[in-house]
């Protein structure tokens, strides 16, 4: 489907949506879904020519692509897809471990009667995404899930770190996720929601940091030949 297809069937859904909120919505899809490899390039100019706007929305959307960090900019009206690097996903990872089980722990003790509802029907919910193989599906609701728990934690702090990185953690989600990956978490997520219901603080950081640890290896695994070392 070309962009004028993709641009007409966008605005039958969304009958007010802006022209630089068209763009991004677009690119963004082309990114998440593959048409755009890492590295690729964008500019202005060519978007315009082809959604058949001015460059004006489209420069405002490749802004906050970038700005969502899933563009870089190359050069005063360019930018290309951001290309995976190894080392980002690694320190990116490592900093998230440190955040999610310190956060997790904190839920053991402040998590309210509501809050362990939601955990666990984000669990079932899971559970039907792993075996419907529904890969956005599943990498949603992994984010509902331990944003559920750091929110349950009541640091305020922890929180707005957490959450400024949501962007960044959903991107890197999009680019390393692979099918065999959906079993393991949610056996791993199954773990985290029992130490939490029983109220041990200690195994749920345990377990939170272990997961976080088979996720980047699983990862690595998978991904390492297609990822960039080099700037």
Not at 61 to 68: E, G, M, P, V
Request: proline share 1%; aromatic share 8%; hydrophobic share 40%.
């Amino acid at each position: 489907m070309n962009y004028e297809e993709r641009i007409a069937e966008l605005i039958e859904k969304h009958t007010f949506i802006s022209k630089t909120d068209v763009v991004y919505t677009l690119v963004l899809e082309d990114i998440i879904e593959g048409r755009l490899k890492g590295g690729s390039r964008l500019n202005q100019e060519d978007l315009s020519m082809q959604f058949g706007i001015s460059r004006s929305p489209v420069r405002e959307a490749l802004n906050r692509l970038a700005s969502d960090g899933y563009l870089v900019k190359s050069n005063a009206s360019g930018y290309r897809v951001y290309d995976l690097r190894l080392e980002d996903y690694i320190s990116l990872n490592e900093f998230r471990n440190m955040m999610e089980s310190f956060g997790s722990s904190l839920a053991v003790k402040n998590i309210t009667g509501n809050e362990l509802d939601i955990l666990k029907r984000n669990i079932e919910e899971t559970k039907e995404a792993v075996e419907k193989k529904d890969t956005k599906a599943f990498l949603h609701l992994d984010e509902e899930f331990h944003g559920l728990l750091i929110e349950a934690g009541k640091n305020p702090h922890l929180i707005e770190a957490y959450n400024s990185y949501g962007q960044r953690f959903h991107l890197f989600g999009i680019l390393t996720l692979s099918q065999e990956m959906l079993a393991i978490a949610y056996k791993w997520h199954v773990k985290i929601l029992q130490a939490v219901i029983s109220g041990n603080a200690e195994e749920v950081a345990k377990t939170t940091r272990l997961h976080r640890e088979a996720t980047i290896n699983s990862a690595l695994r998978i991904c390492r030949n297609k990822w960039s070392t080099e700037d």
